[in-house]
């Protein structure tokens, strides 16, 4: 399986767009090569050199295992169609972008794409990460990452 986005590439600096410096949406992304008995996915986002420890930044979960994108801009609410956005380290629903400490150094973030055998988590819209990988834990089939770098100067 693979996650990528039209916007940056692997190892790449994310634009300031998707950033807390820019616009502060979301960025689109495409996967491919899906287990086929993939039954729903989840996406985590997370900054892995924050000083408070790894930073959540997003997460959509309950994604019809059909679908093979996100859009750019992906609507900061808890419940969008059958899938749903938990909480991030922010303490919002949805998306936050990119956000170091000033003169912190370049931090590496990873998007994580997990590939599931369960249709649904069976928890709500709105949840936080804990609970969201405690309802995930033993039914990944499969992950993919993107790992890329920001830095605010």
């Excluded at 600096?13 to 410096?21: A, G, K, L, W």
């Excluded at 993939?38 to 408070?52: A, G, H, N, R, Y």
């Excluded at 969008?80 to 956000?99: A, T, W």
Aim: charged share 30%; aromatic share 10%.
């Amino acid at each position: 399986m693979i996650i990528r986005s039209e916007v940056f590439k692997e190892g790449d600096c994310i634009p300031d767009r998707y950033t807390c410096e820019g616009l502060n949406i979301s960025p689109p992304l495409r996967w491919y090569n899906v287990p086929p008995n993939t039954k729903s996915f989840v996406l985590i986002m997370e900054d892995l050199d924050s000083p408070l420890g790894v930073f959540t930044h997003w997460i959509v979960y309950d994604i019809h295992p059909e679908e093979r994108w996100l859009p750019e801009n992906l609507p900061k609410k808890a419940m969008l169609d059958s899938k749903k956005q938990g909480i991030n380290d922010f303490g919002k629903v949805g998306y936050g972008g990119p956000c170091p400490p000033r003169g912190h150094g370049k931090h590496r973030y990873v998007i994580r794409l997990l590939a599931l055998d369960k249709e649904s988590l069976g928890i709500r819209e709105g949840e936080k990460r804990e609970r969201v990988e405690g309802a995930l834990s033993g039914h990944v089939i499969k992950e993919a990452s993107l790992i890329f770098y920001y830095q605010r100067l």
